[in-house]
C-alpha cells in the first residue's frame, strides 16, 4: 500500500498549479499522481548559488545550460527560451511561414504545438495520425496534405515515441518544407541511435512541471544549422546585436536592432535547475521505460481488451507517457471516476485541436480527414507514469484499471 503523508504533501506543492488542486481549489490527495518531478538540494543549491550571485538574467549559466543540452543530443547549438510555446513559435518565424503559407501539423497534440503557426498568421492544415499503434502524424496524411501554399511540417513525438523522421525528411526535402521537431516529450529519445529534436531543422524541448525534466517553465531550440542558431538568438532577445551581458562585461556599448523580435529569454535561475535536471534524466527516462514494460506487461494479462499504442516501437523513447485505447464502445468517463475513486488520476492526451471552438474553422472544413484521429481520441486515457513511481503502484493501477472496464449504459 502507498502512504500518505510527508511525501504526499510535498508532491501536492510541487505540482499544485496542475495536478493536485481540483476545481474548488482544495488540494486533492492523490495516491497516485498522474505524474511527479524527481527534484532534490542539487536543484535548491543551484538555485541559490544564482540568487546570491545577484547575476539573475540570461548569462554564464544559460550558456553552460545550452551547451549541455546541445551536447546532450548532439546538435551545434541550443537556444534557451521562456518555455516550448515560445520555441515553437521562433521555430515557426524562422521557417518562413506567415500570412499565406501552411503548416502541416497532428491533431492528437497539445494546442500550443498549432497555435504557434497561427500566431504567424500562417494557417494550420491538420494531417491524421498512423494508426491505433503509431499515434504520430501519418507519413501519407502530410503527402496528401502539402498544397504550394506549404512551407513546414511540425512534427510531434507522441509521449517520447519517434515518428517516422527518415520518411519525413525524404517528403520534406522532396517539397523543399522545413521540418520542425516539436519534441516536448521526447528529451532523451532516440531513433536509430540519433536523439530527436536533432533530425528535423530545429527541434523544441519543453522544461514545463510535468515534463521529463524542469526548469518550472522553461523550452530550449536545438540546430545543427549556423545561420538558423544566429537567426534564433536574435528573435529570442528584441532583435538586438549584443546582450545585456556583453555590455555589463564592457564588450559593446551600443546596439542595433536587426529583426522584429520577442523577448523570450530564460534566466539564470532557471538555467541552473535545468543543468541539474539533465544530469538525472538518463536515469529517469530508464526507470519510465522499466514502468512502461511492466505496465504492458500487465495489462496484457490483466486487461486483454485494452490497445496498448506503441508497444512494438522502433527506436528508444523518453516514455514521457502511458497512453492506453479502451476497447470501442467502453464509457471513459466512468473509467476515469473509477480510477479517481481509488486515488488514482488519469488524464486524456489530448482532446484534439481540431475539435477546439478556436479551431472550429479548421476543424470542421478537415475533421473528414481525420478518422484515426476521431476514434483514438474517443477512446485513449493516459495512465500515471513517473520517475519516482514504484512497481506496485503500477500493480495497483493495473488491477484498478482492470476492474473499471465497462461498456457504456451499464
Ligand atoms: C508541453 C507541450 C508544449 C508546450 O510546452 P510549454 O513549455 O509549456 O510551452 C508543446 N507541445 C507539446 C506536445 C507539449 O506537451
Same mark, same amino acid.
Not at 203 to 212: D, Y
Given at each position: ?24 481549489? @482544495? ?14 538540494? &542539487?536543484?535548491?543549491?543551484? +538555485? ?12 554564464? +549559466? ?14 551545434? #547549438? ?23 503559407? &501552411?503548416? *502541416? ?21 491538420? !494531417? @491524421? ?11 501519407? !496524411? *502530410?503527402?496528401?496534405?502539402?498544397? &504550394?501554399?506549404?512551407? !513546414?511540417?511540425?512534427?510531434? $513525438? ?9 520518411? =519525413? ?5 522532396? $517539397? ?10 521526447? =528529451? ?13 531543422? +530545429? ?10 525534466? %524542469?526548469? /518550472? ?7 545543427? @544549422? ?14 538586438? %546585436? %549584443? ?8 564588450? /559593446? ?15 539564470? =535561475? ?73 486515488? *488514482?488520476?488519469?488524464?486524456? #492526451?489530448?482532446?484534439? *485541436? $481540431? ?32 520517475? %519516482? ?15 473499471? =472496464? ?5
Amino acid at each position: 500500500m502507498i502512504t500518505r503523508g510527508r511525501r504526499a504533501t510535498l508532491k501536492a506543492c510541487a505540482n499544485s498549479s496542475f495536478l493536485a488542486w481540483n476545481a474548488e481549489g @482544495d488540494i486533492m490527495d492523490w495516491r497516485i499522481t498522474l505524474s511527479d518531478i524527481d527534484m532534490g538540494n &542539487e536543484e535548491i543549491e543551484a +538555485v541559490d548559488r544564482v540568487l546570491r550571485s545577484k547575476w539573475l538574467t540570461m548569462g554564464s +549559466v544559460t550558456q553552460e545550460f545550452e551547451k549541455a543540452v546541445a551536447d546532450y543530443v548532439e546538435a551545434k #547549438h541550443a537556444v534557451a527560451v521562456t518555455n516550448a510555446t515560445a520555441a515553437l513559435h521562433l521555430a515557426c518565424v524562422a521557417a518562413g511561414l506567415g500570412p499565406g503559407k &501552411e503548416a *502541416i501539423v497532428p491533431s492528437l497534440t497539445f494546442v500550443a504545438t498549432a497555435n504557434a503557426v497561427r500566431y504567424t498568421g500562417a494557417s494550420v492544415v491538420f !494531417a @491524421d495520425i498512423a494508426g491505433e499503434q503509431d499515434l504520430n502524424i501519418s507519413v501519407e !496524411a *502530410i503527402e496528401r496534405s502539402v498544397t &504550394e501554399r506549404t512551407r !513546414a511540417i511540425v512534427v510531434v $513525438h507522441y509521449g517520447g515515441y519517434a515518428c517516422a523522421m527518415p520518411a =519525413i525528411l525524404e517528403l520534406a526535402r522532396r $517539397h523543399n518544407l522545413a521540418v520542425i521537431e516539436d519534441a516536448a516529450h521526447a =528529451i532523451g529519445s532516440e531513433l536509430q541511435g540519433k536523439k530527436l529534436g536533432a533530425w528535423g531543422d +530545429v527541434g523544441c524541448f519543453s522544461f514545463f512541471s510535468n515534463k521529463n525534466m %524542469t526548469t /518550472a517553465e522553461g523550452g530550449m531550440l536545438v540546430t545543427s @544549422d549556423d545561420a538558423l542558431a544566429e537567426r534564433l538568438r536574435l528573435l529570442r532577445s528584441h532583435g538586438m %546585436t %549584443t546582450l545585456t551581458l556583453d555590455r555589463h562585461k564592457g564588450h /559593446a556599448w551600443s546596439y542595433d536592432v536587426v529583426d522584429l523580435g520577442y523577448n523570450y529569454r530564460i534566466d539564470e =535561475i532557471r538555467s541552473a535547475m535545468g543543468l541539474v535536471q539533465l544530469g538525472r534524466l538518463d536515469r529517469n527516462n530508464r526507470r519510465r521505460r522499466e514502468f512502461t514494460r511492466l505496465y504492458r506487461e500487465l495489462l496484457r494479462n490483466e486487461a486483454p481488451q485494452v490497445t496498448l499504442p506503441f508497444s512494438s516501437h522502433p527506436g528508444v523513447s523518453a516514455a514521457h507517457l502511458m497512453p492506453i485505447l479502451l476497447p470501442p464502445g467502453a464509457d471513459r468517463l466512468r473509467f476515469m471516476e473509477h480510477m479517481k475513486s481509488r486515488g *488514482i488520476q488519469t488524464s486524456i #492526451h489530448y482532446p484534439p *485541436i $481540431h475539435r477546439f471552438s478556436a479551431y472550429r474553422e479548421e476543424g470542421d472544413a478537415q475533421r473528414i480527414k481525420l478518422p484515426i484521429t476521431e476514434e483514438v481520441a474517443a477512446r485513449i486515457v493516459t495512465l500515471p507514469l513517473y520517475p %519516482t513511481m514504484t512497481d506496485e503502484n503500477v500493480l495497483e493501477v493495473v488491477s484498478c484499471a482492470a476492474g473499471g =472496464i465497462l461498456p457504456k449504459g451499464c
